[in-house]
């Protein structure tokens, strides 16, 4: 029987490939992550809900595979195979690890392996980027000119990267850390990176959540450590990136925003809490996608939440992105005869 598609290649990328396509190109991958919202909005993805391995000797640790497909001009397909072991850190090896494989939309043959851990950084970092100019030109107004980190990992790193490489800089900076050693060291990254203003290191999240006008959380928590709506009365916007850090008090009395409804309002984020609480969901107010159709009110009157749970489309987006610039650029480590029984009878 002739082949009428060819076998596709198989190719294997780098982190430091990947660095390579992405490293100072902020508001490109943020473009890119904006399309693919936007390509989910109009119903041109599939994303089925992540899938959670979890260990009974290490519970703390999981690895999540994150399924997706993604049409429009990216068409692709791929998964996301991400681990989150918090006791690496400890090791002196990073949290996270992954990889992301990239599937052929017209034959379904795995194309790439690209080590993801990055571009699971960059499209988080992205979307809350997004997020965060999006919905403060919503609210109207002066953008925020104080910012505060609680939780100072990598995550917070590339979001304060993706933050000044989209044209955010801040008058004062905050940041909180259950680790003095931590926040001391993201303090000095701040300090090196330069137009944040002063930079303060508090000694609780209340301080620095009250301080703040833009709030991020970049933690590990896995249950609500954030309990008072007062400390958030002086309506910040809040980037909750970590899901799990609010109460069901505090988003009660937030607008709340989240990239996809039925991704984030489970596996115990803190939107879950709150509809199990309720056993509703109209709390949650609008997603980025009604956003930045002019389909939601985003008032100023009160704090804003940005609830991400990340979705695997974003990884195949930019992972797309970053296979074709590598191609392009002559360097794709192709695998010679990765797929060897092609014929059906031998």
């Not at 060819?6 to 490939?17: K, W």
């Amino acid at each position: 029987m002739s082949q009428t598609h060819p076998v596709p290649p198989f190719a294997v990328i780098s982190g430091a490939q990947v660095s390579s396509v992405l490293e100072g190109r902020q508001k490109e991958v943020v473009d890119i992550v904006e399309q693919a919202y936007r390509i989910h909005g109009e119903g041109l993805t599939v994303n089925p809900p992540s899938y959670f391995l979890k260990f009974p000797d290490k519970p703390g640790s999981r690895i999540i595979a994150l399924p997706a497909s993604i049409g429009g001009e990216v068409a692709v397909d791929g998964l996301k195979w991400i681990s989150s072991f918090p006791e690496n850190v400890a090791a002196g090896i990073p949290r996270a690890s992954a990889v992301l494989i990239l599937n052929d939309h017209e034959t379904g043959y795995p194309i790439a392996c690209l080590e993801s851990s990055i571009i699971s950084a960059a499209r988080t970092a992205a979307s809350a980027a997004l997020a965060a100019g999006k919905l403060a030109d919503a609210r109207g107004g002066d953008r925020p000119r104080r910012v505060g980190f609680i939780g100072t990992g990598l995550i917070a790193r590339y979001l304060h990267t993706y933050l000044a490489g989209t044209g955010w800089s801040f008058d004062a900076s905050g940041v909180y850390d259950l680790s003095a050693e931590y926040a001391a060291g993201f303090a000095g990254y701040l300090e090196q990176a330069g137009g944040n203003g002063a930079i303060t290191v508090h000694d609780s999240a209340e301080s620095l959540i009250r301080d703040s006008d833009l709030v991020v959380f970049a933690t590990i928590a896995g249950t609500p450590h954030v309990h008072d709506p007062a400390w958030f009365s002086h309506n910040p916007l809040v980037l909750h990136v970590s899901l799990r850090d609010l109460s069901p008090e505090v988003v009660l009395a937030a607008t709340n925003i989240t990239d996809d409804v039925e991704h984030c309002l489970k596996a115990d984020t803190s939107l879950h809490l709150t509809e199990q609480r309720l056993g509703h969901r109209g709390f949650v107010d609008g997603t980025l996608y009604d956003v930045l159709a002019g389909r939601v009110d985003v008032p100023a009157d009160r704090p804003v939440v940005f609830s991400p749970f990340g979705l695997g489309v974003l990884d195949l987006a930019v992972g797309k992105h970053v296979l074709d610039s590598v191609r392009a650029a002559g360097d794709l480590a192709v695998v010679p005869g990765f797929f060897h029984e092609l014929r059906r009878h031998g």
